[in-house]
């Protein structure tokens, strides 16, 4: 056989791994497409409160997203403060006067769907009370308050096991009652591509993005590009009621160049990956908010055939063609030039 030949049949391979992956739709009809919304960690980190939801929630109604697609907004660590004497967990008030009943009634009223964040562990990243052993009761809780999203992170989980943990808080939504998006945010530990389906809705395939192009940290916190790299073979996993999660976008954060910010936005379309923006709203410049609300780009990640597109050639000198199949026999194409 000759060299392009063998060419020929790696690439009729990856497509047909992409086309003809086994992947099911999950019984409850969530997350039939990526999920979009807005989480508040990239921009807030610990430092959310009742005022700065609510003026986020009325800027994503103001500025488009919402009508384009970005519907979930989604509280991250920093919200929780104790537990009461029956366990229940416990906003804190100073940050959440009203509560956070009211908070996902407000959301409601604008068309917007209301998630928020949890710890497998004790404790959450930011030393705030997990759900270790509240898990069913944390569950309820949410449903209680109207959640749609939960999102579970993996701090403080010495000696325990991703797919027994997840389980419990899959568990607790069913006996909730309320159909609850279930993210794993388990940094890509033990492999929740092959499992993660069986759990939730998504599934953090690496360790944190951060708002930069090619860097690295010694904690796991690393740029665009290698987390996109990190994507390459996970394609098949992906698809209706499930998907790969590279981490929330980096769009208009850090020092992150325009050209960058875009490729970053266009390639995660291509992906099929959850978008979930993380900038701050009120101050988003008009060149930021045109990526983010790129139509065209928008209906490649939302694309109901629910493929995840690869890259399909490097030239092995920056070059490389990404692609993704589309409904109705069409493909988007990516031609992405690292440098």
Request: glycine share 12%; charged share 20%; proline share 4%.
């Amino acid at each position: 056989m000759g060299r392009d030949s063998i060419k020929h049949l790696k690439l009729f391979l990856i497509l047909s791994l992409i086309l003809f992956s086994p992947v099911k739709a999950r019984a409850e009809g969530l997350a039939l497409t990526p999920p979009m919304g807005w989480n508040s960690w990239n921009a807030f980190n610990m430092g959310i409160n009742e005022t700065v939801i609510k003026a986020t929630a009325d800027q994503m109604v103001a500025n488009g997203m919402r009508d384009a697609g970005y519907v979930y907004l989604n509280l991250d660590d920093g919200w929780q403060i104790s537990r009461d004497a029956k366990g229940e967990i416990q906003a804190a008030p100073d940050q959440f006067p009203s509560g956070m009943k009211a908070l996902g009634d407000y959301l409601h009223s604008k068309g917007l769907k209301f998630g928020i964040y949890t710890c497998a562990g004790d404790m959450t990243c930011g030393k705030r009370p997990g759900s270790k052993g509240h898990e069913k009761q944390d569950t309820a809780t949410y449903a209680s308050w109207g959640v749609d999203y939960i999102k579970v992170d993996w701090c403080s989980t010495d000696g325990l096991k991703s797919q027994t943990q997840y389980a419990l808080f899959r568990d607790g939504i069913k006996a909730s009652g309320r159909p609850m998006i279930l993210s794993l945010c388990n940094w890509g530990v033990d492999k929740p591509s092959l499992w993660g389906r069986q759990m939730g809705q998504l599934w953090r395939t690496t360790g944190d993005l951060l708002p930069c192009w090619d860097c690295k940290t010694d904690w796991g916190g690393s740029g665009i590009i290698s987390i996109l790299d990190q994507q390459i073979g996970l394609e098949s996993y992906a698809g209706p009621g499930g998907w790969n999660d590279p981490d929330m976008l980096q769009v208009g954060n850090g020092a992150l160049t325009l050209e960058e910010s875009r490729s970053h936005f266009n390639l995660w379309c291509v992906l099929a990956a959850p978008l979930i923006a993380g900038n701050k709203l009120t101050h988003m410049k008009p060149e930021v908010r045109e990526i983010l609300l790129n139509q065209e780009a928008i209906a490649v990640d939302q694309d109901p055939l629910g493929k995840e597109g690869t890259r399909i050639k490097s030239f092995g000198d920056g070059r490389e063609v990404w692609a993704k199949p589309l409904s109705g026999g069409a493909w988007a194409v990516c031609l992405f030039n690292r440098g």
